[in-house]
């Protein structure tokens, strides 16, 4: 029996949910601390720990040419609660690893109860917890409530920034006409779960397209509170009106980007489309790639519709938007994402400026396991920088510059350079340069863990 005292974790989101298992696997007990459902939010539907409030992609898998997918291994291969439940609920995404959400956050959810020592709490943490807490790993995400969000910024002395995150619809998909509407994944590349045919393509021609621009700019948009107004987007999720607002082919070079799609009703590449990915396991629900919207709902069904193939849609969830907020990481953190001003608190997930889910489980994963040492006496031993871990670590906690930090997926341009050369020696280039550090990186990750090569191959 354990005679540690438990770590506090504040948030029972993708960040939140990793922390504690990696807490408990390492045999202290976890307070995991969600304030749903008697405090909600703005973009949660339900209860459930882990909900994915946006999108159902985790993004590329590649592990070989794409900093997330080696995210993804890397994740793995330190026992993520995450990544492992996502594999087990993967439905077809072409080369991504996207997910059924109500799966993937049910066994979340069962896996995190079912552990005797994991205690779910549920209540509102409404300030700064209280300072028996000796330990504690804040993790509330974009949708920290107001009054620990008040709380964090006095203590810090900082103002939070904060960035508007929009959600895209989801449409049945037996309203979808495939008489206009096709699969195929681009270039007929298969993924995890996938078949190369993983999305549904809605093409359109010259005429179509600009037709659509313009719906997208005149239709009326949800208002801005007077106290949201001067809040900035997040560029990597942009809704799909202002990116039209930035000029009639900015979409077509976004997400309606044509390449490697060919539209078998005409046997032509298309002037733009539209895709779908699959968003449940049962392939009844599809969500419209790239559309996260700030439409109002009645002009998102007259607009959205209309798009061939969809023009008798029926949708499951229309879009939405909602403020996100995230702290200065680089000038309040220190190197284990301790809270300078109060090292008893540590931070993790999208509150630190990380952007996107695997990211933010990623940076709980890191949190849990320095809380856990320390609780353990040792000190936390940090991932190599030339790790997708180290480097995004290091990103959120100096390698970005304080005065203009915003939020960052993990990308090749985090890590050390690589010193690898071709035999002949000039330096790599392509996909041997990106796969060059992807092999540095799962080497020095096994080393870090202890791995042996016999180990990290099985």
Same mark, same amino acid.
């Given at each position: 029996m354990t005679t540690h005292a438990p770590i506090h974790i504040v948030g029972g989101g993708l960040a939140g949910s990793e922390a504690a298992w990696q807490i408990a696997r390492a045999g202290i007990p976890v307070v995991l601390h969600e304030m749903r459902p008697f405090r909600k939010t703005d973009a949660h539907h339900t209860e459930k720990l882990a909900e994915l409030v946006c999108s159902n992609s985790f993004r590329s898998d590649d592990a070989e040419y794409n900093a997330v997918g080696l995210l993804h291994e890397e994740m793995r291969r330190c026992g993520s609660l995450i990544l492992a439940t996502g594999d087990a609920h993967k439905v077809p995404a072409g080369g991504a690893l996207a997910v059924d959400r109500d799966g993937f956050a049910n066994a979340v959810t069962a896996t995190l109860s079912a552990h005797p020592l994991v205690t779910i709490e549920r209540g509102e943490v409404p300030g700064l917890p209280p300072a028996d807490w000796d330990s504690v790993i804040v993790a509330t995400g974009p949708l920290t409530s107001p009054g620990l969000a008040e709380a964090i910024r006095d203590l810090t002395g900082q103002d939070q920034l904060?960035?508007?995150?929009?959600?895209a619809p989801i449409v049945y998909f037996e309203s979808v006409d495939l008489s206009k509407a096709w699969f195929q994944s681009r270039y007929d590349k298969p993924g995890p779960g996938g078949t190369g045919k993983d999305y549904i393509n809605c093409a359109m021609d010259k005429d179509q397209y600009l037709a659509f621009i313009d719906a997208l700019l005149t239709a009326p948009k949800t208002e801005f509170k007077e106290w949201e107004k001067d809040t900035p987007y997040f560029d990597g999720c942009l809704p799909i009106e202002v990116m039209a607002e930035r000029g009639v082919d900015t979409l077509r070079y976004g997400p309606m980007k044509?390449?490697?799609?060919? *539209?078998?009703?005409? #046997?032509?590449?298309?002037?733009?489309?539209?895709?779908?990915?699959? *968003?449940?396991?049962? #392939?009844?629900?599809y969500n419209l790639v790239g559309f996260q919207t700030k439409l109002k709902y009645a002009e998102q069904a007259r607009v959205f519709r209309m798009i061939p193939g969809l023009e008798n849609a029926e949708f499951a969830r229309l879009g939405g938007l909602h403020r996100n907020t995230f702290i200065n990481s680089p000038r309040l953190l220190d190197g284990t994402l301790r809270l300078k001003a109060m090292p008893r608190l540590r931070f993790a997930g999208q509150i630190t400026g990380c952007e996107g889910y695997v990211e933010s489980a990623a940076v709980g994963l890191l949190a849990g396991r320095f809380a856990a040492a320390e609780r353990l006496g040792s000190a936390p031993s940090l991932p190599p920088a030339t790790t997708a871990l180290g480097a995004l670590l290091n990103h959120i906690t100096g390698g970005a510059q304080a005065e203009t930090f915003q939020p960052m997926n993990v990308n090749f341009g985090l890590f050390p350079p690589i010193e690898a050369r071709q035999p002949n020696g000039k330096e790599l280039h392509g996909k041997d340069r990106k796969r060059a550090y992807t092999s540095r990186a799962l080497a020095d990750l096994d080393a870090w863990l202890g791995r042996t090569p016999a180990a990290a191959a099985e």
């Open positions: 904060a960035f508007f995150d929009a959600i044509p390449v490697g799609l060919t *539209d078998p009703h005409t #046997g032509r590449r298309p002037y733009a489309v539209v895709q779908l990915r699959q *968003d449940n396991a049962l #392939g009844t629900l």
